[in-house]
């Protein structure tokens, strides 16, 4: 296993790091102040465009965001919170990276200036695994090749969790009703990032909720389809630059060429397996996001960390061991988590199962970030928690990445079936 990076993906995330100092933290800072959402005609996002941001990884026809070879790649020693220097660049086996890893290095740079304006990041989002995982070729040209050179800023969204399903993925009761050849579709959903902007969300349904998973199926509902709507942008504690948004689908008709991967991706043609494919979709997803969201947390959390360290530097506080020894654990504990997610996500770059790693990555990595929230507020004190610093945007921004993508308690009870042979329910 290695991780060393290529010379063009060093210069993309210094290049994220330049636009994350001089543009990402204070637009991010911006709609904290403002308690609201950078709207979806902010210049912002035109201007990421014009960087070439906000696309699509998938590079058309049969690709599926995925490489067919484990990368080579050699180890380098993490020096620093800093980003760039943790890798090494060059040399004969100078490799580049695949997708998974490359995603989880982006994601924690942007992660790092703000989390909330890295979601709001135009772009098929959180919409784009499902596509890459079950979509047609047919169904990935359609959906996904307007977001290789968009003409304006676009956004996709993923909607899963309800008001009485989130945890419980299994439990959801928007319901899949077939109807000539097309499915009506039925039911509310909630907390689904970027909904009310995007062009399509990709919406998990069920056709009977008696079956469970293997009712499960999904379908990418485009924007203006009568039926749709009801949007309705939640309140959040952090992480307030994108929004999370709940909608209804009623009586929403989508045409058969909307049901993610087809008819024939659901076929029982082989029994439980075959039966449960829009669960098992749903969970590869994750266990290609999960990598990314512990790598988010990472970034926040070196955030929190390099705030503490600065402001114990100039307080001269550094000899006081009760002071250098939180710093030196914190930054052992993201370390650690850090190296969980580049593990997962390399394991999902050479296609081998990451069920376990992606799990221990989410589970570890918003633990320690928060852990340097907490040692920031504690430190900075009466200062830090007064509101408008930085250190109290943070505290408010982490708390949110052990919820999404499955909780860390959730996580906990995965990690238990594959390690200590907790029967599934
Ligand atoms: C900022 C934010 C963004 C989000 N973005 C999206 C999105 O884009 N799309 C989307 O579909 N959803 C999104 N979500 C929803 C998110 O996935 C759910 O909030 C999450 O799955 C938890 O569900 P819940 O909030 O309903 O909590 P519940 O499932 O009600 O859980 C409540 C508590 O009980 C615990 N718990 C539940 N079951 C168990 C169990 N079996 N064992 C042990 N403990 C358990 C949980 O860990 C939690 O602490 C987002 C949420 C947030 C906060």
Redesign the pocket.
Known sequence: MSFAIDAGLAKRLASLRELGRARIRPVGLEADRAGHPLPPEHPFFAELLRLGLGRTRWLGGEDTGQEEEPPQRRVGEPPASGGERDHRVGGERDHKPGPALTGVLISEELAYWDRGVAVAFPGP??GEPPLLAMGTPAQRERFLAPFRTPNRPRWA?????EPG?????AGIRTSARRDGNGWVLNGD???????SRADWIVV?ATVDPTLGRAGHRAFVVERGTPGLGDFKIEK?MG?KAYE?TSFTLRDCRVPDGNLLGGEAHYAAADGRGARQAGFKGAMQSFNATRPMIGAMAVGIGRAALDTALAFAREQDRLGDPRVRDRLERIHRKLRAARLLCWRAAWLADARRGNVLEASMAKAAAPAAALEAAVLGMELIGEVGGRGDHLIEKLFRDVK?MD????????Q??LMARQLVGLPRD
């Open positions: 989002g959180l969204s993923f909607a899963m969790t399903a989130g945890s419980d993925v959903k909630s907390f689904a990032a970027n909904a998990w959040k992480l999370s949110a919820i999404v993508e499955g909780t860390g308690q959730i906990r009870v």
